[in-house]
């Protein structure tokens, strides 16, 4: 199939991990004869220093004409507030304009990292769930105010935006273990109780065969601790997904691990690791890429339906990491570590091919 991918490298590590999941998308269409173009373009930090803008309109026409958009990281010290334009404005902005209202996060840890996280390998073992964030509503979009003495962040959601993410997370439930666990602050945000009643009628008028539980996002933070094992899929607002999927990270033993995929209602989607700019190792050469190269097999199935490669691109990664093949923050300190290059270059020796 021909495809055309755009390129976001960002701020920090964005560009060197970005770089490795390049060489993978070039790896797997060699392999599997496919044909696809990969243009680059500015977004973040570096899009500031260069336009003005965190998201320059041709980056975004390009983002809008492409099959999908792989992006590295944006953010950094140098546009931390006071700045009046920062990166993640460009971020929020690209997700509005692309209408990609559900962001899929999947956590399951390799068998061969459990010792890198800090629960023990009982709590991680049969861990397979999948958060889905509401990614296009809530606190981060609602109306912001700034006074001398106080500040105002408004909390907003429709009907609509419940009921579509919604019915994106039962849909992807139905295709797992079929269990769905909601999770809000209902018993004290009004945003929240709209939030389970708008859920409880989807499940019940929608997905029947679909389990659903409520859950408070403080007792969900708790248990995905405790019992991760126990969750299947979950989904949850924009601010409370954001939380709580950087805490579900530590289950696989570091940040760097976790892919993810922002989605709307046709195939074009946003794939990016969860992780920072991380700017303090920025240039070094020792940034993780496996999270983007897992990103890059989300990108393969969701918008390209690719499934037989995105599952390549999976066990490629899963070979490595068993061989050992492994960066800093995966590893006790005083290990030697592998590098981002040979990080990306042993994927690419698993799948097959080298680009």
């Not at 060489?23 to 930090?45: K, W």
């Not at 975004?60 to 700045?83: F, I, S, T, Y």
Request: charged content about 25%; overall charge negative; proline content about 6%.
């Amino acid at each position: 199939m021909k495809a055309l991918i755009a390129l976001l490298p960002g701020d920090g590590i964005g560009p060197e991990v970005v770089n490795q999941g390049a060489r993978l998308l070039r790896a797997v269409a060699e392999r599997f004869g496919h044909s696809f173009e990969l243009i680059e373009a500015p977004m973040g930090g570096v899009a500031i220093d260069l336009t003005g803008s965190p998201l320059p309109p041709d980056t975004l026409a390009l983002c809008q004409r492409a099959d999908a958009v792989l992006l590295g990281a944006v953010g950094g010290p140098k546009w931390d507030p006071p700045a009046k334009v920062r990166p993640e404005q460009g971020l929020l902005a690209l997700r509005k304009a692309m209408g990609l209202y559900a962001n899929l996060r999947p956590v399951a840890p390799f068998p061969a990292l459990y010792d890198a996280s800090s629960l023990k390998p009982e709590v991680l073992r049969g861990v397979d769930l999948l958060v889905v964030r509401e990614l296009t509503g809530g606190i981060y979009f609602g109306e912001k105010r700034r006074e001398e003495h106080q500040a105002f962040d408004a909390c907003v959601y429709t009907v609509e935006e419940v009921v579509r993410v919604v019915r994106a997370a039962a849909s992807l439930a139905r295709g797992r273990r079929k269990r769905l666990t909601s999770v809000d602050k209902a018993n004290v945000l009004e945003t929240s109780r709209l939030w389970r009643e708008v859920t409880t009628r989807v499940i019940r008028d929608e997905f029947p065969d679909i389990e659903l539980k409520h859950l408070l996002v403080d007792a969900c933070a708790m248990h995905l601790i405790k019992r991760p094992a126990d969750f299947d899929v979950i989904v949850t607002e924009n601010m409370f997904g954001d939380i709580l999927t950087d805490e579900a990270a530590m289950l696989s033993g570091s940040i760097g691990m976790l892919p993810s995929a922002s989605l709307g209602d046709n195939r074009r989607g946003l794939y990016e690791p969860i992780h920072g700019s991380a700017p303090d190792i920025a240039g070094k050469g020792v940034a993780n890429p496996y999270g983007t190269l897992l990103s890059v097999a989300m990108l393969l199935r969701h918008s390209l339906q690719l499934e037989p490669e995105a599952r390549a691109v999976e066990a490629a990664v899963a070979s490595a990491i068993d061989a050992g093949v492994l960066s800093a923050d995966l590893l006790p300190s005083g290990q030697s570590a592998a590098g981002t290059e040979e990080m990306g270059a042993a994927v690419l020796a698993r799948l097959g091919k080298r680009a």
